[in-house]
């Protein structure tokens, strides 16, 4: 527990930057890529690239800000030391080309590099230089996305904004204003689909519920995340079931995954094929399940299936029920080379990822593994998912894992 509450207040309190004061060869989601380091004659300078032309500079003023928020119209607001301070970064355009401005989606992908050598912090405090012509645009984009923020005390100084990890890390930026992020234009609607009541009957399931919004196309890509650490890209791509009798790629890999001792240890769904035909069919059909194919650098490595929770089995052991749009995930890792605890994280915080992107209203992730899986207890712990509750379903008992979005995105889990 120590360790625990030690790494979270790390977290929340170091000024770091990544080992090498770069990133180099990042792939963006929409397969540029994007390269940030220092200038190899002047170190105070540092560049970022994009498909190997620089897109914009910036440099570390001899300034730092504090962006302090409760403290402020009481004693404290002069003296709290208890929220850090970052050195300031100014961000100019480019000296290697003839235009001086910055396009947006050029501008969220600095945030990213930004983000990305200075992972540890909360916020970090910009100024935009005004030889960027087209600063005013570029300010006015960073503050109405939720990318960042000015000072919270009126009478601190209003050229620095804040820019937040967490509503970085919540696709603040991406939809409707261009289509870089970790969710491709096709798989989301531009806003959240709008409230009507819809109503679920089954043997298990008796609920009223929002209507869920359409499936994506077989094979579609419905989310993309380069993984610096391993230097991977991670892809969820809807399952394809194929037509007629044909088996597809996705049904063949699901149909060999679930005949494995391991697999089917933990799910119990060994079988011939058209067993996995039907029940795959089954959750396809079902508007409140996303089954889909995980993979790394296009290679499948597992399955999972993100539910919404309102109209699931699991519903009545929720205490006071779950939220209209929170979501759950059952998960298995097929090939035995993609296992391990790194990857194991990295996947598995992805999909708690996705599932706050795909609509801002989810508040809540959960999963219910076996009480006697360790290891899979021990991952959702790691997503910062905690145990809600111990309980019994008529085949299995389960604990309850729990994360919400303000706790997944205050920490540092991406």
């Not at 995930?329 to 080379?337: F, I, P, R, T």
Request: aromatic fraction near 10%; charged fraction near 20%.
């Amino acid at each position: 527990m120590t360790q625990r509450l030690s790494a979270i207040q790390n977290a929340l309190t170091d000024f770091h930057v990544s080992d090498d004061q770069k990133v180099d060869e990042f792939i963006l989601p929409d397969g540029a890529v994007m390269t940030a380091k220092a200038d190899s004659v002047s170190s105070t300078k540092n560049f970022v690239y994009i498909d190997g032309l620089v897109v914009c500079q910036y440099h570390l003023l001899n300034r730092t800000a504090q962006l302090v928020l409760s403290a402020v119209g009481t004693q404290f607001e002069n003296t709290a030391s208890h929220v850090p301070s970052f050195q300031v970064i100014e961000i100019l355009p480019s000296s290697n080309s003839p235009r001086n401005d910055i396009s947006v989606e050029d501008m969220w992908a600095t945030v990213y590099a930004l983000f990305t050598l200075y992972r540890n912090q909360e916020t970090i405090p910009v100024a935009l230089s005004q030889k960027i012509d087209n600063s005013e645009e570029l300010h006015s984009y960073l503050l109405r996305s939720g990318l960042g923020r000015t000072a919270h005390a009126p009478t601190a100084p209003k050229e620095e904004i804040y820019l937040h990890r967490a509503t970085f890390w919540q696709g603040a930026g991406t939809q409707g204003y261009h289509t870089r992020g970790w969710l491709p234009p096709l798989s989301f609607p531009v806003a959240p689909f709008p409230y009507i009541q819809s109503f679920t009957r089954t043997p298990t399931v008796i609920s009223a519920h929002p209507l869920r919004p359409p499936k994506p196309k077989p094979g579609e890509t419905i989310f993309r995340r380069f993984c610096p650490s391993i230097g991977e890209t991670l892809e969820f791509t809807y399952f394809d079931i194929g037509t007629g009798s044909d088996v597809s790629e996705h049904l063949n890999l699901f149909h060999r995954w679930h005949n494995q001792e391991r697999v089917n240890k933990g799910w119990g769904e060994r079988g011939p094929m058209e067993k996995h035909r039907a029940y795959v069919t089954e959750v396809t059909n079902d508007p409140a399940v996303l089954p889909v194919i995980m993979s790394w650098n296009g290679e499948p490595m597992g399955y999972a299936e993100i539910t919404y929770l309102k109209e699931n089995h699991v519903a009545p052991y929720i205490r006071g029920g779950p939220g209209d749009w929170d979501r759950g995930l059952h998960v298995l890792v097929g090939e035995e080379k993609f296992r391990g605890a790194q990857r194991t994280s990295l996947w598995h915080r992805a999909l708690v990822h996705y599932c706050f992107l795909a609509d801002p209203r989810t508040e809540n992730v959960m999963g219910e593994p076996k009480a006697e899986n360790s290891t899979m207890v021990k991952v959702e712990l790691d997503s910062a998912m905690h145990i809600a509750t111990i309980f019994d379903f008529p085949y299995k008992r389960s604990i309850l894992g729990r994360v919400s979005r303000e706790c997944f995105f205050r920490l540092d889990l991406l």
